[in-house]
């Protein structure tokens, strides 16, 4: 399994990527893109996975235009989306990067995850978080990060308040009262 992220390490430098294949402990990341549709595609089809996501649920067509849209933010922007994978085995346990955001003045990226659901409580989207974050200061040039939460997830408030983030406000978005968060590149 682990030659395999070795190969889409190597595809996405080949596509003109400049993204390194970042590690934790427990995890390697990789710029998300259409190799990982059909995991993509089963991790934004579950319910309860996506039951706080603007949205809901995706299908596949959807998600792959999702990943054509990453695969074009990596190329002109330097950063996006991570694939999130088990070191060991390979295993694909979600999703979290940036992107772009338009719904909140003032805020021009989000940070956001997405965790399969026998992955949560394992310490996964904090792990990965610290390593997204800790790589997006390198890329992104702005000097804040957002994160807009639904008001009925306090458990995605709890970490990104162990990420270092900061709740601003309530906005609506969308039509739902929802919390912004932030983070600001320190010095």
């Not at 990982?36 to 039951?51: G, H, K, N, P, T």
């Amino acid at each position: 399994m682990l030659i395999a992220i070795t190969f889409v390490a190597q595809a996405w430098h080949h596509q003109g990527m400049d993204a390194p294949t970042l590690r934790t402990q427990r995890l390697v990341l990789l710029p998300l893109g259409d190799g990982d549709l059909d995991e993509a595609a089963a991790l934004y089809s579950d319910e309860a996975v996506m039951r706080y996501v603007d949205g809901g649920t995706r299908d596949r067509p959807t998600t792959a235009h999702l990943l054509e849209a990453n695969a074009r933010c990596w190329k002109s922007e330097g950063w996006g989306l991570w694939a999130i994978r088990d070191a060991e085995t390979g295993a694909f346990l979600g999703e979290g990067g940036l992107q772009r955001l338009t719904d909140v003045e003032g805020a021009q990226v989000d940070y956001g995850y997405t965790i399969s659901r026998r992955n949560w409580d394992k310490g996964v989207a904090s792990e990965a978080g610290n390593a997204i974050l800790y790589d997006a200061w390198t890329r992104y040039p702005g000097d804040q990060i957002h994160a807009i939460v639904h008001p009925d997830n306090p458990a995605n408030g709890a970490i990104l308040r162990k990420l270092g983030f900061r709740r601003l406000e309530d906005q609506l978005i969308h039509g739902i009262e929802q919390q912004v968060w932030e983070i600001q590149r320190l010095g």
